[in-house]
Structure formats: C-alpha cells, structure tokens
C-alpha cells in the first residue's frame, strides 16, 4: 500500500507487518534502508508489533537492564534500554531525509505526530525538555506513551518509535526504561479507562504520520 496525500507529495509505502520477532524486523528494516539508499525502493513506513522483547540502544548502562538475565538485544539505534511487546503499535519510518543532518528535527517531527494521535483520542500529550519521546504531564506526575530511538545512514532513518496502546506495562518495571528512573510508562487504555486496539489506533496514526512525514522527506 502506499500513501500519497497530494499530486506533488512524496509517496511513502506503507508496510503492515502484524506480530514480527525483533530480528526478523531489524532484517526487514535493513533492506528496506539499503533499497532507499540505492534508489530502488520509495521510502517505507513500517507498523507492527514485537513478541515480548527488551532492545537496548548505544547509550544504555548495565543498571538499566534486567537483573534476572533476561536477554537484551544490543541495537545500534539511539537511546537507552525499552521494552517491546503485543498491544504496543511500533513505527519503523525508513525515510531519505531532505535534510540529512537534521536528526533532532525528525525526532521532534514523529514527536508531533503522536502528540496529534493522543490529542484525537482525548488525551493530552506533550513534550518534556530533554527527554525525547511523548509525555502526559498532569497532577499525577509525568509518564510517557510512546518511546522514540532513530539512527541515520546515507541520509536515511532506520528505527523509530513505540506507542503503548494496550500493553502489559508490566515488563517496564524490570527495566530502568529509556535511562528514565523519574517517571512513570503508561498507556492509550490506562489513560482512557477503556478497551482501546491496535486496529483502532492504526488508521488515525496513519493518517498523522503521513502529514509528518511528507515534510520532512525527499
């Protein structure tokens, strides 16, 4: 499928993965990043979920991860240790940047994206200085709904974002998650005290995503 909101906007093809083990998506982004480069593919937006998995990016420490040994996959994204898991909708934007350099940019672009998301469905994200990803910042404290880690190469992205839509959050307490030891994670259905699916998100973030990106693609 590919998505294409105006005559002269930049197509992006739209992969639906389902349930993918964690290497076998780290292989799909890999060739699909080496296509880009090479010209032969347009750029590629990914959306999936993981089977339980902890991924741990080049500044993780050794407390952050797990202290009963659970496996660690290292990956060669930004940011710090995460979890990944069924119920928690994962973007992979494979994108050749119109500016290459810009890597804060594009983060701070998927950041907007999913700040839009939450707003449609009455929750009020945000920002946090210095800490990247989305937040809910209210009188119950700060917590974060969506995780964000992104490496660029030959001026295209590789890695993404993970919004918790329905997960067991369960996981992040083995985990010093994203380096973060201050707050809270939380989730689309903590959040709105409901049942909420990945299938009900999917489309709305679709829809956000695409607008984002096309800003900032070439």
């Known amino acids: 499928m590919a998505l294409q909101a105006a005559p002269n906007a930049p197509v992006i093809a739209l992969t639906h993965a389902g349930l993918v083990e964690y290497e076998q998506a780290l292989a799909l982004q890999r060739k699909f990043h080496q296509e880009i480069v090479a010209g032969s593919r347009p750029n590629s937006l990914i959306l999936l979920e993981h ?9 993780t420490q050794d407390f952050e991860k797990p202290t009963d040994g659970t496996p660690v996959i290292e990956v060669d994204r930004g940011g710090r240790i995460t979890w990944h898991g069924p119920g928690q909708l994962v973007g992979y934007p494979i994108i050749k940047l119109a500016k290459p350099t810009e890597l804060v940019g594009f983060v701070r672009t998927l950041e907007g994206a999913l700040i839009e ?25 700060s917590r974060k709904i969506a995780a964000i880690g992104i490496r660029v190469a030959s001026g295209v992205t590789m890695h993404g974002f993970a919004l918790n839509v329905c997960p067991d959050l369960a996981p992040f307490t083995q985990i010093v998650p994203c380096g973060i030891d201050d707050a809270a994670v939380t989730s689309m259905a903590l959040e709105l005290s409901r049942e909420i699916t990945i299938d009900e998100v999917s489309p709305v973030l679709e829809k956000y995503l695409y607008q984002a990106l096309g800003k900032v693609s070439a």
């Open 51 to 59: 089977p339980s998995v902890y991924t741990a990016g080049k500044r």
């Open 117 to 141: 998301l939450c707003s449609e469905f009455g929750i009020t994200a945000e920002r946090v200085d210095g800490r990247s990803g989305v937040w809910i910042v209210d009188e119950k404290g």
